[in-house]
């Protein structure tokens, strides 16, 4: 079978179907698992009945709980090395040995997952309300320790709708998976299975690498996760918007709010409703977010150039769409193969290579990106105030230099984001 059947959707965990932002209240527990394997596996097996499945049918009312583990958890929990040694290298390297590929701050620096901090398992819990939210998290907190585990404290998720904290709708723009997602949205283009789900043929036909345990495929139904930890200056940024735009609009107050915005909005590709400046490039349009019209466009049909929406722009880079280069069709399908699905707070699930580590390596933080020159992703590209951002107009293009670092990253991890029957496995020990 080529995508997941109805027993495949009973064995995917929830966080692959949807990043539940109906549930807008998360919280994550990162924990080193203690020595002894048995009491860790005692953990899982109690936890693992929890795990929220991509069905409908099962899932609890009062809130989703996820499970993430990495290898050196894989390890704790007894599973042998040599199965181990068939994940992704990346995931065994783990985050912090990856971080120049990354583009990352120093990884001394990180307040998650740096030297020392072995980040073995990850429970991510959302819900609908902060009081349950706390009540979900001090029991898992308590599950864990009482497994002999080592727990970071609360990662808590500030529950921002549909907003990310610089003030843009986010979670607009997700891959449509195959058998796992109903039907595709408006202008989603559906991208084959097993680049985000373990177990079915990716985008080159192949099945991607898979650790298997005896006979047991622990990989299948799973998918790789990152979690990124990401602090962002929200005041850094609108001030260094709006000196510019104070500047430009030479004395007009009215103007000078305009072009704060408008300036933001090209740095994302979006305005803060989330409609898309390729389809709204001069001021917001409300009904240009709704589902059924906000990934209806293509840079190349719409704005070759980027007069619309910069090719520097954040979602532009992210996601080229279809002007990576070539044809439409040439470009859509090699964005198919690095697509990643995108939960809040950072977290990613994805091939690694090919999803998050290509995405951040190659279109981000490149300052070559598609022709332009010393000019990473304004947001991500870590620039540290050496960059500048172009804004393609006409009859002259505007530069804006000195963009300063507004996203700094503070750690992560990569983890491994096992289906419930892996999970079972896993918690039976060797
Ligand atoms: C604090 C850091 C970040 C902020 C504030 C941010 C903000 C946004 C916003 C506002 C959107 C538009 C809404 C949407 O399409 O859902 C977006 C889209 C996107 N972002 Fe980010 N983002 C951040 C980090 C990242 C990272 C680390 C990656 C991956 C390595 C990433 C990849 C993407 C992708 C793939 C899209 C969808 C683009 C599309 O399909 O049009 N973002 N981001």
């Given at each position: ?42 953990w899982l097996d109690t936890v693992r009945r929890l795990v929220t499945p991509a069905v409908r049918h099962r899932r609890r009312l009062h ?368």
């Amino acid at each position: 079978m080529t995508v997941p059947g109805p027993d495949d959707l009973e064995d995917i965990q929830g966080l692959i179907y949807s990043a539940w932002l109906d549930h807008p209240h998360a919280g994550f527990l990162f924990a080193r698992l203690g020595d002894d394997p048995a009491a860790a596996r005692g953990w899982l097996d109690t936890v693992r009945r929890l795990v929220t499945p991509a069905v409908r049918h099962r899932r609890r009312l009062h809130g989703r709980l996820q499970v993430a583990l990495s290898p050196t958890g894989l390890a704790a929990l007894g599973v042998p090395g040599d199965v181990i040694a068939m994940m992704a290298p990346e995931a065994t390297a783990g985050m912090a040995a990856r971080r120049r590929v990354l583009a990352d701050t120093p990884a001394d620096a990180w307040e998650l997952g740096g030297p020392g901090d072995r980040l073995d398992a990850l429970v991510m819990v959302y819900t609908r309300d902060a009081e349950t939210l706390a009540g979900e998290l001090a029991a898992q907190r308590h599950a864990l320790v009482a497994a002999g585990a080592q727990v970071h404290a609360d990662e808590l998720g500030s529950p921002i709708g549909q907003r990310e904290h610089f003030g843009f709708a986010d979670g607009l723009s997700q891959p449509f998976i195959a058998g796992v997602h109903p039907r595709p949205r408006p202008g989603e283009d559906p991208i084959p299975v097993g680049e985000i789900v373990l177990g079915y043929p990716n985008a080159y036909g192949r099945l991607p690498m898979t650790p298997i345990w005896g006979d047991f495929d622990l990989g299948r139904n799973g998918s790789y996760l990152v979690f990124r930890k990401l602090a962002q200056d929200v005041a850094g940024l609108w001030r260094w918007v709006a000196d510019h735009a104070r500047r430009l609009a030479a004395g007009d107050p009215a103007m000078a709010d305009y072009l704060t915005e408008l300036l933001a909005a090209k740095l994302i590709g979006r305005w803060p409703s989330g409609a898309p400046l390729t389809l709204a490039p001069d001021r917001d349009d409300r009904s240009l977010a709704a589902p059924e019209r906000r990934n209806c466009f293509g840079y190349l049909e719409h704005d070759r150039d980027g007069l619309r929406c910069p090719i520097s722009a954040h979602i532009r880079r992210a996601n080229p769409r279809d002007a990576r280069g070539g044809s439409a069709d040439d470009s859509q399908t090699v964005v198919g193969r690095h697509a990643v699905l995108l939960a809040r707070l950072g977290a990613a699930l994805t091939a690694l290579r090919a999803g998050f580590e290509f995405i951040q390596q190659t279109w981000l933080a490149n300052p070559g990106f598609l022709g332009l020159h010393c000019e990473p992703d304004p947001l991500l590209g870590g620039a540290a105030g050496q960059g500048h951002f172009t804004i393609p107009a006409d009859p002259i293009r505007l530069r804006l230099t000195g963009v300063p670092t507004v996203v700094t990253n503070r750690g992560g991890g990569y983890f491994f984001l096992p289906s419930l029957s892996a999970l079972a496995r896993i918690a039976a020990g060797p």
